[in-house]
């Protein structure tokens, strides 16, 4: 199956401690956003990259949350110092770009427990 | 700001019958684009149906058909002959550039 993949698929931590997700978008595309889950709410967006370049991050991925690309292929998602309310399950999706409304793919989730 | 509002939390259908979720977002723009989302119990977000803006012609994807009123802000999903395996959360999306706004969500039970 060459769709896109997440690791883990289950953290729980300590608060305090760092975590740090990775994603493995479709192999061609070159679009790839995060998204943060909420229990009963929808997808809310964090940050995007097109190729390498983070081109975009939402006012919710705050200095603790950082993102990267690097060489456009997987992306890593690491929140330093977690707090409780960062539980929550965070969805990565790719797409081919580069003209809108090209089609998101989305991964399984990383599901993070910030006890 | 874009806002996307599923006044539905939850919805059930009797197998093989018809049932019509809400959806309604706010947006000053003219041309964007409209998603439904699907994500079963503990398995990822798959795309349902897609609906440019510009279109006046509703999508329909074989059994799933939205009714797009542009000026009403409203974009429904329509689901004909309920299967079991539509048993899922629907999630109404709103998408200007790259940032794509969802809606709660409405969980739909399909009774057999």
């Known amino acids: 199956d060459t769709g896109v993949s997440q690791n883990p698929r289950h953290k729980i931590t300590k608060r305090g401690q760092n975590v740090t997700f990775r994603c493995d978008p479709i192999?061609?595309?070159?679009?790839l956003y995060w998204y943060r889950q909420t229990l009963g709410q929808g997808p809310e967006f964090l940050t995007y990259?097109?190729?390498?370049?983070?081109?975009?991050k939402s006012r919710l991925l705050s200095d603790r949350f950082s993102a990267e690309r690097p060489k456009g292929s997987f992306s890593t998602l690491e929140i330093q110092r977690t707090e409780q309310g960062d539980s929550a399950m965070y969805l990565c999706?790719?797409?081919?770009?580069?003209?809108?409304?090209?089609?998101?793919?989305f991964g399984p989730g990383t599901r993070l427990t910030v006890l | 700001a874009q806002t996307v509002t599923q006044s539905q939390p939850e919805m059930s259908v009797q197998e093989a019958e018809t049932v019509t979720l809400s959806c309604t977002y706010d947006?000053?723009?003219?041309?964007?684009?409209l998603f439904w989302y699907k994500q079963p119990p503990s398995r990822q977000m798959i795309l349902v149906i897609r609906?440019?803006?510009?279109?006046?012609q509703n999508a329909t994807e074989n059994r799933f058909s939205v009714n797009f009123q542009k000026a009403a802000k409203s974009f429904s999903l329509k689901i004909s002959d309920s299967q079991l395996g539509d048993a899922a959360m629907y999630f109404c999306?709103?998408?200007?550039?790259?940032?794509?706004?969802f809606g709660a969500g409405t969980r739909l039970t399909v009774k057999p």
């Open positions: 999706a790719s797409s081919l770009g580069p003209f809108v409304p090209d089609t998101q793919y």
């Open positions: 192999s061609e595309h070159n679009r």
């Open positions: 990259f097109q190729n390498e370049a983070q081109l975009e």
């Open positions: 947006t000053s723009e003219s041309d964007y684009y």
């Open positions: 609906q440019e803006a510009y279109k006046q």
């Open positions: 999306a709103y998408r200007l550039s790259n940032d794509m706004r």
